[in-house]
């Protein structure tokens, strides 16, 4: 069956969910496309604002993180033509942060995009797949869901390290802006000390979250040269406030880190909970304990090489190679779902 998969991107998102599973796929002899964001071949006939009609040439469509009106609407006018669709979710866009510049843009009311849009694309869907179980309970409660954990392609394996006890953070923080407040006073406290702290992302009003006096080195990274510009960090921490958004957040930071052998520190949230008990990293509950975990993993070289080695033999286990037949076998199931009940008439439109 012909499947055309559209990633919402050419960056993260896109990549670890739609384009590099696609190409796996493909290569292993399946008859996938994937048909990038500026090469769109979906077309819609519209009648006023209500979609009538969909042009599209395939027989299983694969879509991610549908927030236009429009498409949501399309999603439930192609299963009622008979063509299988998969919405694929990696967070819950109806719990981000106000302060994160996404917000504004999904929020209801702003414009053809909304979080409300992609509940409707998720009702209509024949499946959803998402990167965590918490996923589920949000946009797939008629019981079509499917989990699809995030795993690394090769290019995040087998990089040299040399290590160091510089203390880094891999995020941006106009994405993650409540997040810096779980470590309080450690990293301002370690900098004090003599600890040199980075970013890799943009780090434009992190200073002042960490209570520093100024913004750290840092700024924005291709998805190409990200694995290397986090296989140079010495000590790496993933923090994330104990929020909704953040209880459906995957393990992809942490398991990052654990790839390209950079020992790290991060918050219990569920999913860095379910990587630490696979034997990699160190977890942080409170300021005072991220402080003295970051200042034992800064002072002790011996203790970063074992916990290097031990998020390495955990990460091994987690490549995209190795586990993108689960894709193949979600949207199978998504196929069978269709062939087992009527073509159902669009919900919401």
């Not at 993260?12 to 696609?22: K, N, T, Y």
């Not at 519209?46 to 299983?60: C, E, Q, R, S, W």
């Not at 040299?160 to 106009?174: A, C, L, Q, T």
């Not at 630490?276 to 090489?305: C, F, I, M, N, Q």
């Amino acid at each position: 069956m012909r499947t055309v998969v559209y990633p919402s991107d050419s960056f993260g998102c896109g990549s670890f969910r739609a384009i590099w599973p696609g190409q796996h796929l493909a290569a292993a002899g399946h008859d996938v496309e994937v048909v990038g964001p500026t090469d769109r071949r979906v077309r819609v006939v519209m009648d006023g604002h209500t979609v009538k009609d969909v042009l599209v040439d395939a027989d299983i469509v694969v879509l991610q993180r549908v927030t236009h009106a429009y498409m949501a609407q399309a999603v439930g006018v192609m299963r009622a033509m008979g063509i299988t669709v998969i919405v694929d979710v990696d967070d819950d866009l109806s719990s981000i942060h106000p302060s994160n510049p996404a917000w504004a843009v999904h929020r209801p009311g702003a414009g053809l995009h909304s979080w409300h849009n992609l509940a409707l694309a998720c009702r209509n869907a024949s499946l959803v797949t998402v990167s965590t179980p918490a996923l589920l309970d949000v946009y797939a409660r008629h019981g079509r869901g499917h989990v699809l954990p995030n795993y690394l392609p090769d290019m995040y394996y087998g990089i040299e390290r040399i290590d160091s006890d510089v203390v880094g953070w891999p995020g941006s923080f106009h994405s993650h802006p409540n997040d810096p407040e779980v470590v309080g006073g450690a990293v301002a406290r370690l900098v004090d000390e003599g600890a040199e702290f980075v970013m890799r992302g943009d780090p434009a009003g992190a200073g002042r979250a960490f209570g520093l006096a100024q913004d750290p080195p840092g700024g924005g990274v291709s998805v190409a040269e990200w694995p290397a510009a986090v296989a140079a960090l010495g000590v790496g921490m993933a923090p994330l406030a104990d929020t909704r958004f953040n209880a459906a957040k995957s393990w992809l930071k942490p398991l990052e880190m654990s790839a390209c052998g950079v020992p790290w520190v991060a918050s219990p949230r569920v999913e860095y909970r379910r990587l630490h008990e696979l034997g990699a990293g160190v977890l942080a509950d409170r300021p005072r304990t991220w402080y003295r975990e970051l200042k034992r993993l800064r002072e002790s070289a011996a203790l970063r090489a074992e916990l290097s080695e031990a998020g390495r033999a955990v990460a091994e286990g987690l490549r995209l190679r190795d586990h993108a037949w689960r894709w193949w076998e979600a949207w199978q199931r998504a196929v069978e779902i269709d062939r087992a009940t009527p073509r159902p008439q669009p919900v919401g439109v």
